[in-house]
């Protein structure tokens, strides 16, 4: 079983000022990582997902996520927002080839 | 693009009522899913289907059924609506057996039963 932790449930931020989502993970055996952003009155969207190799992948609007195994944690993090990126973010990890469990959700609101 | 699309985007109910939530996805995905997002809860999952007529449970079925009668569609049935199922639900599709399961998402039906 597995299982996601999400440790901050909002996040308010300045424009133009870097973010931080933080994500931890519980599993016994090798998982794939996701990190999925919901704008409002929308559906899920893939932001960013980790499969394998190298642990740090990116985004295409500048959001990067780092996999650490011995801290089993998969934290996004942006260098500077944009008022766009008001959203919530859900962190998702998987195990086989079908489930995803899912963390409870941040919130980021971001104020010029 | 992967396209999902779910019947409606607000639906009100009352009590007892039978509710039917529909679900489509138009790239031949095997995989189908229902969730329900609730605040503080993230998504959890009520049933998923892997193929045309099978089903598996999630981790929330209480209360819920589900058909899938042709592949691209996937229903999602409450027999007797009650306020405690008030919720926003969410239907996703995707490929098993090709890699890391990437779930495509509609847009999402929010439910409420008064």
């Known amino acids: 079983a597995q299982s996601v932790t999400q440790l901050d449930s909002q996040v308010p931020v300045f424009e133009e000022a870097p973010v931080e989502l933080r994500c931890n993970y519980s599993s016994s055996v090798s998982v794939y990582l996701f990190w999925y952003v919901q704008y409002p009155n929308q559906g899920l969207q893939l932001l960013l997902k980790y499969l394998s190799g190298s642990t740090l992948v990116e985004s295409i609007n500048g959001f990067e996520a780092e996999f650490n195994k011995s801290q089993t944690s998969f934290h996004l993090r942006k260098p500077s927002v944009h008022i766009s990126d008001t959203a919530e973010y859900f962190c998702?990890?998987?195990?086989?080839?079908?489930?995803?469990?899912f963390g409870a959700g941040t919130t980021v609101t971001v104020r010029a | 693009d992967v396209k999902v699309t779910q019947s409606s985007r607000y639906l009100v109910k009352r009590t007892g009522e039978k509710v039917f939530l529909e679900c489509v996805q138009d790239?031949?995905?095997?995989?189908m899913f229902w969730y329900r997002q609730d605040p503080g809860l993230g998504l959890r999952l009520i049933y998923f289907?892997?193929?045309?007529?099978?089903?598996e449970k999630g981790d929330i079925p209480e209360g819920y059924s589900v058909s899938r009668e042709k592949k691209e569609r996937f229903s999602l049935i409450l027999e007797s609506a009650s306020t405690n199922q008030t919720s926003m639900y969410l239907c996703a599709s995707s490929v098993p057996g090709q890699g890391p399961p990437e779930q495509f998402f509609g847009p999402g039906t929010r439910l409420t039963v008064l």
């Open positions: 998702a990890v998987s195990s086989n080839d079908y489930k995803l469990s």
């Open positions: 289907s892997y193929d045309v007529k099978m089903k």
């Open positions: 790239m031949d995905h095997e995989n």
